[in-house]
């Protein structure tokens, strides 16, 4: 199974620690908040706001390498453009996925 990891963050960094201390930061702040206003936004069943949440969630799941994940996120944001949830707990899992690995780092 597919796992979080740094490797793109490494490669951004080009071995500048404080760049790449600095871009996890980054996500660590910004995948929480994230994950929450999707998680809103799926309650309320508002699907252009879940569809935008998706949209920025996967970047994320991109820098963190999940290649497999982002593509479930990308056919799940085209999805949404017809109001369908389907693969809405494919997506969850890749979230619980990530907030895991986030504690770890």
């Given at each position: 199974m597919e796992q979080p990891n740094l490797i793109y963050i490494d490669k951004l960094a080009n071995g500048d620690e404080?760049?790449?201390k600095r871009l996890i930061e980054i996500i660590?702040?910004?995948f929480p908040k994230e994950?929450?206003?999707y998680l809103l936004s799926l309650e309320n069943l508002?699907?252009?706001k879940?569809?935008?949440n998706v949209h920025k969630l996967k970047h994320k799941i991109s820098i963190l390498g999940l290649e497999k994940s982002y593509e479930i996120a990308n056919k799940f944001e085209h999805k949404l453009r017809d109001q369908r949830l389907i693969d809405s707990?494919?997506?969850e899992g890749?979230?619980?996925k990530i907030s895991e690995y986030l504690k770890t780092i």
């Open positions: 404080s760049v790449k660590k702040t910004e994950k929450k206003e508002d699907y252009k879940i569809e935008e707990k494919s997506f890749i979230l619980i």
